[in-house]
């Protein structure tokens, strides 16, 4: 499984952007997917995922009510929408796919096999 990225950007705070990453290779509909972020400094951290065929979604509860995730299985994409954007929502931003999925890991980066490339979000303050 190949996973591209993109959608990052610069933005104001309060403002909203999309992520996009798209996958090819594999079944998507098999895989949980989901969104990690690292800021400058900091270790990867857990942002959102949504289970395969799209039943459950989860939220780090620094992002729960601003941000939101979905997936397309025709178009085999995997959405974030981030909305009332903070400067400490700034970081690389990087999907990932783990088959299958375990509702209890699905926080945790161990868990993911696949690693998109990371799209980097800055937001001025």
């Known amino acids: 499984v190949q996973l591209q990225a993109s959608g990052g950007g610069l933005v104001q705070a309060g403002g909203s952007l999309r992520l996009s990453c798209q996958a090819s290779?594999?079944?998507?509909?098999?895989?949980?997917m989901a969104w990690f972020r690292q800021a400058p400094g900091k270790a990867r951290e857990f942002v959102g995922a949504?289970?395969?065929?799209?039943?459950?979604?989860r939220y780090a509860d620094s992002v729960k009510g601003r941000y939101t995730i979905s997936r397309d299985n025709v178009k085999r994409t995997v959405y974030l929408q981030m909305n009332s954007l903070k400067p400490e929502d700034t970081a690389v931003y990087y999907c990932a796919a783990d088959r299958w999925g375990i509702l209890s890991s699905i926080a945790d980066q161990t868990q993911y096999d696949y690693w998109g490339q990371g799209t980097q979000v800055t937001v001025s303050s």
């Open positions: 949504i289970r395969y065929r799209g039943g459950t979604t």
């Open positions: 290779g594999g079944t998507f509909t098999d895989y949980t």
